[in-house]
């Protein structure tokens, strides 16, 4: 008899299971990142399918595809997360350009000046998020939605295989990396040097041939890329752009869920973006350690030097303000954001400080 009920529990332990795992498939999110295990942008998706799947109870599986499995291009993961092929996608600015042209706020120069300041512009609820977020989703005519906007490697700074960068006037003539996007050739020509556009796998063998002798990356993905092997050895810290990730959704799979699983996915979103803002900070540590063993020379601005880049590079605000759809309400929602961050920070470190 004993032997009949623990089997009966046994059975009764395997249906509850099996009834779990039914649930665990009500909802699918398949993401996608066209980087590698590596790269902050994968940190950030362990955490999301951690948080989602542990706070759904199972009710939300997330699978995750890291490179080019789903998709291999910006335009095309975008479109596939349109067409709902794709659930989840991170793009930088560069590669969601062509789609929504007024990302590229994120690559205006010198308009955050520290970690603190952009984490705070970045949050949900910011007017400058409010208002990407609406802009999404009417230019994508309601398929798409940005989640969260979190970090890909740190900041942008200028970095060259010929000399060291002190002053705008020290980039003259220096032929530099671009993305086809208009925004950082428009930079690069302010500051008087060359924009060649060059594909991202091209750019190692671009520098040992001379094809190019600069680029606007951070640290991580210079060393990454192993790009001192090809001659990269001068790096100034100007932090002219914060590298932000925009994640996209599917708007149809996220409104297919109750209510209170779209609240866990957003929450989760929040975890990744935490997560994103955080790995860089870690990453970037070795890898300026790594490059200053190899010889390579690292210089950081003063205040005077850093306000004379942001001088030389402030007709780009007019210029994208004219020439990009959106390009005033973004960036006028940006610098409102910045501002805000900037005044409860100086509240927060009046505190801190006393």
């Not at 709902?84 to 007024?102: E, K, L």
């Not at 790995?279 to 010889?295: C, E, H, T, V």
């Amino acid at each position: 008899m004993l032997k009949g009920l623990t089997k009966s529990l046994m059975v009764a332990t395997m249906l509850a299971g099996s009834a779990l795992a039914a649930q665990a498939q009500d909802f699918t999110i398949r993401a996608t990142a066209n980087s590698n295990e590596n790269d902050e942008d994968y940190d950030g998706l362990v955490v999301f399918k951690n948080f989602v799947e542990q706070a759904s109870n199972g009710a939300i599986g997330v699978e995750l595809f890291i490179g080019t499995q789903l998709c291999s291009n910006g335009s095309e993961c975008l479109q596939g997360i349109a067409d709902g092929n794709i659930d989840v996608y991170i793009s930088t600015s560069g590669g969601a350009a062509n789609v929504f042209p007024f990302v590229q706020v994120l690559d205006l120069p010198y308009l955050m000046s520290d970690d603190r300041v952009a984490e705070m512009a970045m949050q949900a609820g910011s007017p400058f998020m409010n208002q990407m977020q609406s802009m999404v989703k009417e230019t994508s005519g309601g398929a798409m939605r940005l989640m969260t906007i979190g970090n890909t490697g740190g900041w942008r700074n200028f970095a060259n295989t010929q000399r060291r960068v002190a002053k705008p006037e020290d980039l003259a003539g220096l032929k530099i990396r671009t993305v086809v996007a208009d925004l950082p050739q428009e930079l690069v020509r302010a500051l008087g040097a060359s924009p060649t556009p060059i594909p991202w796998p091209e750019l190692f063998t671009s520098f040992q041939t001379g094809v190019v002798e600069g680029s606007k990356n951070g640290i991580t993905d210079i060393m990454g890329m192993k790009f001192p092997d090809a001659g990269l050895q001068y790096v100034t810290l100007d932090g002219h752009a914060y590298m932000g990730a925009l994640w996209f959704m599917n708007n149809e799979k996220f409104m297919s869920m109750p209510e209170d699983l779209r609240r866990v996915v957003a929450d989760g979103f929040y975890q990744l973006q935490q997560a994103t803002f955080a790995s860089p900070k870690r990453k970037s540590i070795q890898a300026y350690q790594d490059f200053a063993a190899g010889g390579g020379d690292i210089y950081v601005p003063t205040p005077a030097e850093k306000a004379a880049f942001k001088d030389a590079a402030a007709p780009v605000y007019d210029w994208f303000k004219t020439n990009v759809d959106g390009g005033e309400d973004i960036f006028n929602a940006l610098t409102t954001a910045v501002s805000e961050a900037e005044a409860k920070l100086d509240a927060i470190r009046e505190n801190e400080l006393n």
